[in-house]
């Protein structure tokens, strides 16, 4: 990102702590769990990312990583979904995770892994504020809905299922995770950037009635990354107890961030993506954030990396001056 360090935006918790989740079992192909140590241990213009945090002015502390559950046998595999107990058992460490930061006054910036750790971390937000009785939002940047089940997932891979997940759609033991369900209310929740998205998915959005809460790309092209954030904030910061990001880095185009495993050409930009990010910390209220699907294995002299790491800057605040 250019320029240099300046002070953080006001509205932000003060504490925070960096979660590493380095599940790749949801994708669809290896790499996506190596993404984890390759954003710790990138070189940023200040050092690593931990260090450029700190010099935000934030009070923050590296927990290291979730206890991933290996697979018990090559079976997992060939399921559907595929993968589904070390699924279940790795979120479930992942949303004791988030909760006791939560609960410590620390903002949970969770570094992934694939998508399928949104069923975890986003449960443990859930847990934090439905034992406070409060209402939370959600802003999902993604290229894709991310809101199959396993009847309409051409795959089976629990990459493409966290958003059903948490709405309450799918698997017994992923929707019941921590003993209660749905974890979402979909008022408080937009999704930002879909331009890749099954006929199963697009039936389960209009069946659901969540297409306002969709800013697709089209959208974006038409209105701007500003307008489209500003009124997925809107949406989300309706909820009581603020809002928590997820962000898959394959919203940004190819040329931008090739260090994914699903990607699809017509993406955001790079100062789009900056932009949307920035304006989430200039307004306030997000509650906790991470980033997902970067592939090291797939990337180029490391840009995706870098970029990811200068994205969770982004959302503490960073700015150009």
């Not at 998915?201 to 489209?228: A, P, V, Y």
């Not at 989300?236 to 994914?260: E, K, L, M, N, W």
């Not at 699907?293 to 605040?317: F, R, W």
């Amino acid at each position: 990102m250019e320029g240099d360090q300046s002070v953080k935006r006001p509205g932000l918790n003060k504490k925070v702590a960096v979660i590493g989740a380095p599940l790749g079992y949801g994708a669809g192909k290896p790499g996506s769990e190596l993404g984890v140590e390759a954003m710790r241990l990138a070189s940023l213009h200040g050092g690593r990312l931990i260090d450029m945090i700190r010099q935000l002015g934030y009070d923050a502390e590296d927990k290291g990583n979730v206890e991933i559950v290996r697979p018990a046998e090559r079976a997992a595999a060939e399921a559907n979904p595929k993968y589904l107990a070390e699924t279940v058992g790795s979120c479930g460490n992942l949303a004791e995770a988030v909760a006791a930061n939560l609960a410590d006054g620390r903002l949970p910036v969770i570094l992934g892994g694939d998508h399928s750790i949104a069923i975890g971390s986003i449960s443990g937000v859930a847990k934090y504020f439905r034992e406070r009785n409060e209402s939370f939002g959600l802003i999902w940047f993604d290229a894709h809905a991310d809101i199959n089940t396993p009847s309409s997932s051409p795959t089976g891979n629990i990459h493409g299922m966290p958003l059903a997940t948490l709405l309450g759609y799918g698997d017994e033991s992923l929707v019941g995770l921590g003993g209660f369900s749905p974890k979402l209310d979909p008022r408080f929740f937009a999704h930002v950037g879909a331009r890749d998205l099954d006929d199963g998915e697009k039936g389960r959005i209009h069946e659901l009635g969540l297409e306002k809460n969709f800013f697709t790309m089209s959208d974006i092209d038409k209105r701007g990354m500003l307008d489209c954030v500003n009124a997925a904030i809107d949406i989300a910061s309706q909820a009581a107890g603020g809002y928590a990001v997820t962000f898959d880095v394959d919203v940004i185009d190819p040329r931008f961030a090739p260090g994914s495993g699903t990607l699809v050409r017509g993406g955001a930009t790079y100062r789009e993506a900056h932009l949307a990010l920035e304006v989430i910390a200039e307004r306030g209220g997000m509650r906790s954030f991470e980033i997902v699907e970067v592939n090291p294995m797939l990337d180029q002299s490391n840009i995706t990396v870098e970029l990811a790491c200068e994205l969770i800057l982004s959302a503490l605040g960073k700015t150009i001056l």
